[in-house]
């Protein structure tokens, strides 16, 4: 039972587009989404967060959206960038904050 | 300026011995959770300490699989009679508060069962 799903487990985009990573939840207690980020041989790095009081939380160029009604969440990175090229991935947690769901992950590879 | 501490980093043992997997949380954090990640897959939690106190084991296996945070020293997750399908990437993260988001994650221990 796959709470946190990322759809696309591949994603390449050419230097300086857009990237958009999309990740769906099926439990409606999730209310704190977080992607990481993740190079071989190395633990996840966190990037950037969002609370479900929020649909729009920036950093720099990574911006993550919410939609709540559809439990949807997606990161975009603008511009994108040969160091951007890592698996990515969403996760959540509900408000007990025990653990973190994780989804299975997105690749993605930005071309120079 | 430490991060979380993992180790060891690789750890390769036989099928029957047991694996003993350390991990440090950032100074001033005092919340520690473990996760494993099959290959290929996403990372799944297993357990969420805080010093001394296990508070959420809903994710460990019931059999050979423990963990403990002691008042002194690391988290250790200790795996006995250790079998193939143990073989995974095993990564502690830390947080200073049960809050419900961010965690640090240590570089991980690799595991492989021969």
């Known amino acids: 039972d796959q709470q946190v799903k990322q759809n696309s487990p591949s994603l390449s985009v050419q230097e300086g587009r857009i990237s958009i990573l999309n990740c769906d939840y099926t439990?409606?207690?999730?209310?704190?989404f977080l992607w990481y980020k993740k190079y071989p041989a190395e633990g996840p790095t966190f990037l950037i967060s969002?609370?479900?009081?929020?649909d729009k939380n920036e950093d720099g160029r990574f911006t993550v959206f919410l939609n709540k009604s559809a439990k949807h969440l997606s990161l975009h990175i603008v511009p994108s960038q040969p160091g951007d090229s890592a698996v990515y991935f969403c996760?959540?947690?509900?408000?007990?904050?025990?653990?973190?769901?994780f989804g299975g992950g997105t690749r993605l590879m930005v071309k120079p | 300026n430490a991060g979380v501490m993992q180790n060891p980093r690789h750890l390769v043992r036989r099928r029957g011995q047991e694996a003993r997997l350390r991990c440090s949380p950032v100074?001033?954090?005092?919340?520690v959770y473990w996760y494993r990640q099959l290959p290929e897959e996403g990372l799944k939690f297993m357990v969420y300490?805080?010093?001394?106190?296990?508070?959420?084991e809903s994710g460990m296996p019931k059999e050979r699989f423990s963990a403990e945070f002691p008042k002194e020293g690391p988290s250790i997750l200790r795996i006995q009679q250790v079998v193939r399908g143990d073989s995974a990437a095993y990564f502690c993260?830390?947080?200073?508060?049960?809050?419900?988001?961010?965690?640090?994650f240590g570089p991980g221990t690799r595991l492989l069962v021969l």
């Open positions: 993260a830390s947080s200073p508060t049960q809050s419900t988001g961010t965690q640090y």
């Open positions: 439990n409606s207690m999730f209310d704190y």
């Open positions: 969002i609370s479900s009081i929020k």
């Open positions: 996760a959540a947690s509900d408000n007990a904050g025990n653990m973190l769901t």
């Open positions: 100074k001033g954090h005092s919340h």
């Open positions: 300490l805080q010093k001394e106190n296990i508070i959420d």
